[in-house]
């Protein structure tokens, strides 16, 4: 019963500022505003807001979480909660992890609607300590994307550039960002064959990298590997534009994208989510809401389920990877 009252009083607050006049967003962005995850996926959410809502105000603050140190984050996040208090938007958009914690930490249950894109952690294990949903339902006011990182089908891509998969090596970087993607892999193959074909590799610096990387080439059951080194605080913090060179100078496999923007980069590509759609859907989530389309429960938690194949040719012939023009119309997008 209580929880009925609960979703009665939310969706009648969500009808009545629907009514109201201009409608403000506050969107709060985990990376800076040059991300190869982030900058797609905002551009999306703007671009739904503006060819769906008249007159909006949207305000946009960026964390950088992957630059910052813990202490800096949480600072920002205090910021940001300050802000929103001021402001008093209509309603709060976050990408990906580390905005959602943030909004999360100080406006789980509250009156503000919250729509969240990109969030790598399960919406199961986030709903352990927020209790925010009944199976996909809110009955809190936070709904959205988990984004999918398409293991399965990462495996699907190397048999196309004809790989027989042994194992694929996960390399990834020893902080809150590393460590969700590493979880979202153990999520996306756990109780499929694919479950014990995936090595991790945790690693904290530039020596470990070096380290993993010549293992990772060595070792001749490894066939591939992800190369989830978003950020890495060593003497300075590096970002995987800044290890690319190191990588795929010393892996001499197929490293796969879980984001076109790393394939052009220089890396190989693979099966990606399409952040673009990913956060216009976001958008359009929160536009339905701001036009009174819909009410708040009705909103359910979706997955990302659109996905670009992409392919750099440079990088396939450095590897000495022959891709027919039969296999090449199997591909979103080709890099050349």
Not at 81 to 99: E, F, G, R, Y
Not at 242 to 253: A, G, T, V
Not at 255 to 276: H, P
């Amino acid at each position: 019963m209580g929880k009925l009252i609960f979703l009665l009083i939310l969706s009648l607050f969500f009808l009545t500022f629907a009514c109201s006049e201009q409608k403000s967003v506050a969107i709060l962005s985990s990376y800076d505003p040059e991300d190869v995850c982030g900058k797609p996926q905002l551009e999306g959410v703007l671009d739904a807001l503006k060819n769906n809502l008249k007159d909006v105000k949207i305000d946009i603050t960026y964390l950088d979480s992957r630059r910052v140190s813990s202490e800096e984050l949480s600072k920002r996040c205090d910021a940001f909660n300050s802000k929103v208090k001021t402001l008093q938007p209509s309603l709060i958009i976050v990408n990906d992890d580390a905005a959602f914690q943030c909004v999360a930490k100080h406006f789980m249950g509250g009156k503000i609607p919250v729509i969240f894109s990109g969030i790598n952690v399960s919406p199961d294990k986030y709903n352990e300590k927020f209790n925010f949903l009944k199976g996909r339902k809110p009955i809190k006011n936070f709904t959205g994307i988990y984004e999918k990182i398409f293991v399965k089908k990462q495996f699907e891509f190397l048999e196309i550039l004809g790989y027989k998969v042994e194992k694929i090596a996960v390399l990834y970087s020893n902080d809150m960002i590393g460590e969700i993607l590493k979880e979202q892999v153990i999520y996306e193959t756990k109780g499929t064959a694919f479950e014990k074909k995936i090595v991790f590799y945790p690693v904290k610096n530039i020596s470990e990298i070096e380290n993993a990387a010549k293992e990772i080439n060595h070792r001749s059951d490894i066939t591939a590997y992800f190369p989830f080194l978003m950020s890495i605080k060593d003497e300075k913090i590096y970002t995987l534009r800044d290890l690319k060179s190191l990588l795929l100078e010393k892996i001499k496999k197929p490293d796969i994208s879980i984001n076109e923007r790393f394939a052009e980069e220089g890396f190989l590509g693979g099966v990606s989510v399409d952040f673009y759609y990913m956060g216009y859907r976001a958008g359009e989530m929160a536009s339905y809401l701001l036009k009174g389309v819909t009410n708040f429960p009705n909103l359910e938690v979706e997955e990302s389920d659109i996905f670009i194949k992409t392919i750099n040719l440079k990088r396939a012939k450095s590897l000495s990877i022959k891709v027919s023009e039969e296999n090449l119309l199997l591909f979103d997008r080709v890099i050349r």
